[in-house]
Each structure stands twice: as structure tokens, then as C-alpha cells.
């Protein structure tokens, strides 16, 4: 369950760190179109998304406050609550599924990092 434990959490700190930094990196006018959030709020949600990315894979793997990493997936997963319910109300399924399945992986490593499996 540890092997499957780190694969879950590898593949959620990649995702929430590719949209952390994207978005980081687009321009704010695109931000605006894109998303119907204000430019700065997404920025500061991308900052939060890269540093529960790392919380995900550096306190476990370094055994330096390993405890940080079932926090960092909490974390990740109340963010997705919001983005589940900014999918819903804008009518966009697919996005809401893809938003709800990282949900569940982040209570995943959440659940068992806090609990049988912590490190």
C-alpha cells in the first residue's frame, strides 16, 4: 500500500504542479478569459498549488516533518472543493470530473498518510 501510496502522490503533485505553474506563467488577460476569476486570486491559488505539490513529496521523502505531507493533501483536496464547485455552477462537466478525481486522490493520500500509512 507505501509503493501505491507514493504513486498516487507523485501523479497529484505532478498535476497540481504543471497547473501551479501555469498558473504562474500566463498572462493575465488570458487568465481572465480563461477561468472568469480575478488574475490574482488564480495566481495565488498557482503559488498554493506548487507549494502542496512539494508538501506531497519532500516532508515524506526526506522524513523531515513527514507529518506535512497528509496536511499538504488536505489542503489540495479543500482547493478542489472550490474548483469542483466553480465547474458546476459554469456548467463544465469534464473539467468538474477530471477536478472531482483529483479530489479523491488527494483524500486518498490524505487518508492513508494520516492514518495506517503514514510515514
Known amino acids: 500500500m507505501n509503493v501505491f ?6 501523479i497529484v503533485a505532478a498535476m497540481f504542479a504543471m497547473t501551479g505553474v501555469q498558473k504562474l506563467t500566463q498572462s493575465e488577460e488570458k487568465l481572465a478569459t480563461l477561468q472568469g476569476i480575478p488574475p490574482n486570486a488564480l495566481r495565488l491559488l498557482g503559488i498554493a498549488e506548487i507549494l502542496g505539490a512539494l508538501g506531497l513529496i519532500l516532508p515524506a521523502a526526506t522524513g523531515i516533518a513527514p507529518a506535512l505531507t497528509p496536511t499538504a493533501a488536505t489542503g489540495l483536496a479543500i482547493i478542489m472543493v472550490g474548483a469542483v464547485t466553480i465547474h458546476i455552477r459554469r456548467r463544465e462537466p469534464a473539467a468538474g470530473v477530471v477536478t472531482a478525481g483529483l479530489f ?9 498518510r494520516f492514518g495506517p500509512y503514514g510515514s
Open 5 to 10: 501510496l507514493w504513486i498516487v502522490q507523485a
Open 104 to 112: 479523491a486522490l488527494a483524500v486518498v493520500v490524505a487518508w492513508g
